[in-house]
């Protein structure tokens, strides 16, 4: 693999978590994967203190072969590994004492940043993709895109603050692939690629327009998490009405975990999530209930550059109240409608769904392979991997 140029110190080297430990050798860990399909690269959620309470916060993690195996400690007191793991079989993991020179470094795939000389964006990428939410100097400048953005990506390397250094420095257009991936996803006053958004009593969207603060919590080799604030709003006779979200992204994943709630709504109020169908392909959509997925194949803004299709997905993590696609009257711009979840934000309880991209030519060869990808993310979630110890 290309050198990433970008390393991550780990002092110790998702799926609920039961835990056994062993002798003050170590802590064995047994991963078991419930399904019938084969898990590839998927990343599990240990608690923290079951190992750093024996082991201290200086150890390392290998397989029962021995292999060195990638891991994360998150700021919220996890320990990330990742594994390809069989169906119905079980894989054990090894975290054993060690000295804090001996730990090594770790290539960073998961990566955000606030690129304050454009427009104050946020930008994160994983292995398999980037995403863009634009920001307050944004805003101020009389902007009204509202929706999550798309970066397409070809490879498995961090990308995005490179394209940004040579765009700002005229040496490229981010808009053209120069063999990586570009920016040829067009949100506009839409929910673009996956946003959520309150319903006014009109039945309006009250479409989020950027954030106001963005806190990028950590950049890991496994997960990145950011915190954003949005500004205050007036929902329906609610005044000052402020929704925050927590945003991780793992490596190996097409999709974006979020965790949404609201401060200042008086009681329950409507909520939908969803993806722009652009006049590029207006009926090249999926909608899935049984499954609380949605998936849009986006032809791009120009079909004939020969940008590929990018797709998108919402998978939600509970039953929505319904979902379908929308029109808009008038249309806005190239925007057709929406393909949208309907459900009620309870104040106090987070809503959490999940949401992402593929490319044709970054490893989504079809809507085939794409609806695939959501119904076995729906099949994991509702099956979580059983962690525990012998």
Not at 94 to 123: N, P, W, Y
Not at 274 to 293: A, L, M, S
Not at 312 to 339: R, W
Request: proline content about 5%.
């Amino acid at each position: 693999m290309k050198s990433l140029g970008i390393r991550y110190l780990s002092i110790i080297p998702a799926v609920t978590a039961m835990l056994f430990c062993s002798c003050s050798r170590g802590v064995t860990v047994s991963v078991y994967n419930p399904a019938e399909a084969t898990r590839n690269g998927q990343v599990v959620e240990i608690d923290a203190s079951l190992i750093t309470g024996r082991l201290g916060t200086a150890f390392s993690v290998k397989d029962a072969e021995g292999n060195p195996v990638t891991s994360q400690l998150t700021y919220d007191n996890k320990i990330l590994i990742q594994e390809d793991f069989p169906g119905k079989e079980t894989r054990k993991f090894v975290f054993s004492k060690a000295k804090k020179e001996t730990l090594s470094e770790q290539d960073t795939f998961c990566l955000g940043q606030i690129r304050h000389d454009m427009q104050d964006d946020f930008t994160w990428e994983n292995d398999r993709g980037g995403y863009r939410l634009y920001g307050p100097s944004y805003r101020r400048g009389g902007g009204n895109v509202s929706g999550y953005d798309i970066w397409t990506k070809s490879v498995d390397y961090p990308v995005l603050a490179s394209r940004y250094d040579d765009h700002m420095a005229g040496k490229i257009s981010y808009h053209k692939d120069y063999g990586n991936g570009m920016d040829v996803y067009t949100v506009g006053h839409t929910l673009g690629a996956g946003m959520n958004a309150l319903v006014l009593p009109s039945g309006d969207i009250a479409y989020p327009c950027a954030y106001q603060e963005c806190e990028i919590i950590e950049n890991g080799p496994l997960r990145m998490t950011a915190k954003i604030t949005c500004y205050p709003e007036t929902i329906g006779e609610d005044e000052g009405v402020v929704e925050t979200r927590t945003i991780t992204l793992d490596k190996g994943s097409w999709l974006n975990r979020t965790e949404v709630s609201y401060e200042g709504l008086s009681g329950e109020y409507p909520m939908v999530n969803g993806i722009v169908v652009h006049k590029q392909n207006p009926d090249g959509y999926v909608i899935d209930e049984g499954k609380r997925y949605l998936a849009y194949a986006d032809l791009t803004d120009n079909p004939a550059n020969g940008n590929g299709t990018i797709f998108i997905g919402i998978v939600n993590a509970d039953e929505p109240e319904s979902a379908g696609y929308e029109g808009l009257d008038p249309n806005a711009g190239d925007a057709v409608g929406h393909i949208m979840s309907h459900t009620k934000y309870k104040p106090g309880v987070p809503y959490v769904y999940y949401w992402g991209s593929g490319w044709s030519k970054g490893g989504v060869n079809d809507m085939n392979v794409w609806t695939g990808y959501l119904s076995g993310f729906h099949d994991a979630l509702i099956h979580p991997l059983e962690v525990k110890i012998r």
